[in-house]
């Protein structure tokens, strides 16, 4: 398909971009980093989770959570819908469970490196965590079915809820994130970021897979939405683009480290709706039924019921003033 | 490829997820969902349209608008472009007339239950909208090419019109729109959605199939912007990057639903520039020839000619203040 | 697959789709173009270089710069992963060759069409192109690494630097604009163009090829991000999600042309921090160790240290307010 | 990866084949092909049952009847056993309804187009083929399991029963045959045929599928193997490369055209060997028991535990002759 | 989807082939065979036509040939066919031009080196080639229509032409060498060989394409029907499986070397008919309407009409002889 | 693209095949198949070595051999030959001692099921399998050279020595049967046998790989030749289609079963010529220098410089008989 269409008549010489040397100088590069970071010569492979395999993984539960629509084209219901249900998991389940081993492997070697795991009680967690979290997919099922409503009663452009799991970027994020969180708690922290990482590139909607999410989320267009690691967030909240739950600026230690794992993102209670570009920062509460308005800037907490505007948006705009 | 390196040497069991159970959990939340939303069993496989299908239809329509362009490497002009023209259509049509009958017969079975569709009509009336897509794909092409050269006029950094199809994320967005409201405007939503949908994940630009945009448009950078349903924008339009024409907060009628259709997004008339970041909320005009300054909030209508900027933008920023 | 699974009965008149007509009507918009864009008729094939080609090299590279992380899930370190890196480039390098020679090929029919230049030179040039790029590739590792060591010391969230490179939007995005950024140097802002977009749409972060950015670069979240051609960036800085380094309004000549080329975007000293939201705009300076608040809107310089917070944003909210 | 390595600097002109001529031409030959053999245009598209989709039938109705020996690597034994192989059957049958249709519909508009088929008749039949095929397959893989044994015990150079099923042709060719026997008794030759041919391509044995072949059957080698449509082959019959079990020749009617259907292969009774080379031809039989020397030609029918050979085999090869 | 399912537990070595040495062992065995061969370094990339490009070109000559049986699934007849056929042609020949470059390249260098072409003229010649090869499609689909016609006529077996089209081996071999000769004739018979090799494969019929063949050819079977180079077949020409039309002893001269070119195979005249297995050697002359019969090995000419069968095919069989 | 070009307007129920009652079927017949065997449950997934695994391994280890004719088109001899074929063995050798380890298994698990390996052993002799394969390499490379040049002097038909690496299935069918012997020597006999299989599928030669074949081998269209497992074939033997090497009747012992691993195919000493489709059976000897003429059957030894030729090939033959 690439044929040139011309002739190359000319006796040129090949290129030679030197490729011996540019060899050596990466391996001399890779070296140093190796050096500098301690790594011992891998004999064995590479060790990390496959972004690749982990797309696999989260396309296939989708088919099964929801084989109907997001299966393929000619499945039916019935007794072959379940067939489908059964193979895909397990395809899905076999592949998670090496994805698992390798991040528990990679911990054992290089994070936990003093106190290396027993091979045998490796693989027994590794098992275990994907029962755990094969266990816990109906569940999720019927949370994210409460998701789908809710997207469906928030917004008026939906024609039916088959058109909300179709289209929706926000349910794209959302399915991501319930699975990324149980992976999250289960133990194996790198899977689920990547897990969220897939749904951050194609939606634009980064959700850490450490947030706590409640049942009927809905998240409308979404691109810029950011939602911290330690963020809490209760039952039937809605959020629009760009809105952050963020951290403030960070502690750092007398060392000079950051301090990590504390509470540090916001609690957002029942029923509060967020506008576009909102940000919302800090272990702050936002309080049930609350209204936070469109690029409002908010780093305290409100009580229940509270409606938070932007001053300015009302009466500070001055027009025809000059140039920017 | 993936040949596991290390011998596997212990009699271990291998993993027992409960498939059977986990197959049954699953089986009864579709049930109870079914139940839900009554829906009878489908006996005749997956009724909606194929987000990857609409994938390559649109692959192949952006391929035969600009052959030389976004078409295959090895394709030459004259007679050979036609016939890859021909056929390339040829195929996306046909592919195209398969998703718009899934559109209406879910609409048929679903939505207008009470009142289903005559098969026969159903099919004409899906050769009928093809046939009036395919139609205007002329026009389309002569009016993306006003947008092309809005772009190349509009951006300093752009070297060649070329380089404004090959390059640009607004081009692709602007591409997408003018199919997808064609769509949206021939009676299939849903395909029109799924249309819009592709170019948001790509792009980060979210613009509603309803939205109507006159010639010569051009978005720069992109990422972030959201337009409306009911938002009108006139010729020579130029949006940057994470602007939103948006509503307003929705009417909710007696019955606590969203009141769906009525006009609620901006007018934006001829020759408006909106900069990054500005927030246009709610069935306004902006009065041809303004100019919408970065992050400017705005919630009212503003004459022909006006320049808005945010207040503080020239003299409220407060610098070496304490932590933010 | 994709068997319908219904009779279809009817002896229905398949579709005709007007294909003729339609062929035509496209032929004749093109034709429109070419004559308003004084194209000849191009008899040698299409002559841009190609998204698809482009992100297969990038991928390549990726793997050759970082092949136990980004390479094959089965390499193992030792003489077999120079033999990968040697082949990998070789492909790679290969193939930008050719993308090398396309678009000096269009400029020098296009753009420069008084002045075309010579084949035996553009073939030189495109060669000479490819040899420096390749040179540079240990030099791009080693200034990568630091990238990653930035990321790693500057999130709290991060487990382990394995974890930055492969999970991060930020570390994708500045792999692809070091390497951008090379080919911008080398005189094929084109090709850097389309690798700059690659990484924007899989991101959301858009950093002109132009930029020049000092070691130590760290983007955090990053979507909506946006740094323009002539911005200069320091060591050691670090911004956040939907930051702004961008131009005010463009000069425009009195012919109503842009003025082009001229340094117009901002310089951001080391050790600079500047938080999400935060818009910066024109050719300013950002003194070194400052910190930009969220959200900030800046068009001026500020020294070296300076910390600038929104006004509002610890005093001016206004709470229980009327409706957005 | 085909980027060429060289510059094509000469200012061809582009190679012009006269495709427009050359279409016209193919146009005008099919044309010719369609008034000759009384086709009116078809506007409905190809109606030709697909090589590549029953290929496709056949890989998946193999990994169904063999799941872990033909299946995919990491299949288990088990619940999930039944998983794979009822999703696999329910695909392949639904593709198999399609192609049913597709050789009924095309015999129902071009052979029997005196008489064409009700649509919904068709259908009925359809399904009843699809329904009463699938009914079959568990009689099949009890079937194939005796051929399995039968090479098992017939080879000395068979490891185990696996190998068998892994390695040889003979093994795949009956595989074939006993689901294209099946096709064909059910009233789908054309079906039929084409799975025959795709083992006839893979192993060089072309068993027509009208051929009846008992239990326990073994070909050993097989290449050049060829079994007539009228034959009929009793159990623990063993076949070696290159036998052809053949009709004489046609009998020719007076109006010229050969007379068709009527019984005119051998009938092999049980316990017979046929080693390689051997010739039988026209309707004879071969009495249970026997054994048919290699090379041999038979035109007439032998009695129960008959032994032949060539005659010269033993006594009248000449050694040291001329050149042949 | 090959995960491997148990543990790997024991801290193994990872294997280590000596890959340094066996490279090393394997450059030196390439050099020997350069040396012996009297090839310089060939710094242009590999300069051999492909069997996968040439398998893809021919797949798709034979879709424009027969678009609506060997095309796509859903190619419908009318103005959409010739689009089809058009750009797949366009699409074919481009490539079949890189094919010839190719071979006229690698003769010029290797073959002819004392006298090699000059590039303008390769190119010239290579772009002639195929335009002739182009030009004659045409003639190409009408002589094929006879083959078709004289298998539908020639086999009981065959319900309808398509079938004919669809599964029959010698149909392929057919088109395979109807294209092959027209390359060989043009003067590029490394491509007409690999072509030919490529029927050879799938159905285990070799024709050389030097062969000159009549119209209404027919090969029944087909397996291990072998056709040589100078061999010449009239019209109306049967063969069944196994047939041989091949050469004598090879001529060797006074230096040992093989005489190439002459005449050495049978010249097969009008309605002749061959059976399975027989053997015809060197250049004899088969008088028209000849039958040849089963097995029957023929070494001098025979004249018009004549029948000729094996002698002891009749008379000579001995039964319950001895073991063989 | 398979998209359905007519409606489907009648409520057809939907095909119901009784899947579960089939599942059910299939399921019995395994059980049964397992019982009978002796075969436990296997919970650790499917264990035989897998045939497109060992096609890929071929085809790697085929362009790791001759890169510049096997391998990819745009490799270039120099620096970048040497990266190409290191790091293709690397994969493929990677992904063979996977498969070596398949078969130890099984052969462990279900042969000397007695007496199974010990984990560690099994692994350790996977891995030494490999590497004295990979050490071979060299020398087959070398062995194979002069099998090119035996081709090259043998077939006054070919051009160049680059053709009969290209085009001859005999080039094919010895490169398969030199690695696969190498396997089968190494004692993975079922990796060696499927190996051989895929060139027997390809080319219609069946070469055992237990046979032991001498330098400078050529075998001439190849089509129905036969190898046996032990027989031994000299020096610069030249073979044309359809010739078998093969046993007598196997002896079979007083419990039925066949006598295994017995010295029973012939001896071809060197300089012997076996023209098509002469048949040799039995341990006898063909003394060096031989020629044994086409179709002769040969079943007793010949001394050196035999000329052997069928009695009735020179003057049994009957012309103008009656039908055959």
């Not at 490729?19 to 391996?27: E, K, N, P, S």
Request: proline share 5%; net charge negative; with cysteine.
């Amino acid at each position: 398909m690439n044929a040139p269409l011309r002739p190359d008549p000319l006796p040129a010489t090949a290129p030679d971009w030197g490729l011996d040397d540019i060899v050596r100088g990466l391996h001399a590069a890779r070296e140093q980093w190796r050096l500098a970071h301690d790594r011992k010569l891998e004999t064995s492979g590479r060790e990390f989770p496959s972004r690749s395999a982990l797309h696999d993984i989260i396309e296939r539960l989708c088919s099964a959570l929801f084989p109907m629509r997001l299966g393929p084209v000619d499945l039916r219901q019935g007794c072959s819908e379940d067939f489908y249900v059964g193979h895909t998991l397990d395809v899905a389940l076999r592949s998670l469970l090496e994805q698992v081993r390798l991040e528990l492997r990679h911990v054992s070697r290089h994070v936990s490196r003093q106190n290396p795991v027993d091979p045998q009680q490796l693989e027994e967690r590794a098992v275990d965590i994907v029962r755990r979290f094969a266990a816990q997919l109906p569940d999720i099922r019927v949370l994210l079915d409460t998701d789908v409503e809710a997207a469906y009663r928030g917004d008026p452009a939906a024609h039916s809820v088959d058109e909300i799991v179709l289209c929706y970027p926000g349910t794209l994020a959302i399915i991501h994130h319930r699975l990324a969180h149980t992976l999250y708690t289960l133990g194996v922290p790198l899977l689920a970021r990547i897990v969220a990482e897939l749904a951050h590139s194609t939606t634009g909607i980064d959700i850490h897979p450490g947030a706590r999410i409640g049942k009927s989320f809905f998240i409308d267009h979404g691109t810029g939405v950011v939602i911290g690691e330690t963020a809490v967030i209760g039952e039937r909240v809605r959020l629009y683009q760009a809105v952050t739950l963020g951290a403030k600026r960070f502690t750092v230690s007398a060392d000079g480290t950051l301090e990590k794992g504390a509470p540090r993102h916001p609690i957002v209670e029942d029923d509060v709706v967020v506008y576009a570009g909102a940000t919302i920062l800090g272990r702050v509460t936002i309080g049930r039924g609350s209204s936070i308005g469109g690029n409002v800037w908010l780093t305290h907490s409100v009580s229940a019921g509270s409606v938070v505007t932007q001053a300015f948006a009302r009466n500070e705009m001055m027009e025809n003033g000059g140039g920017i």
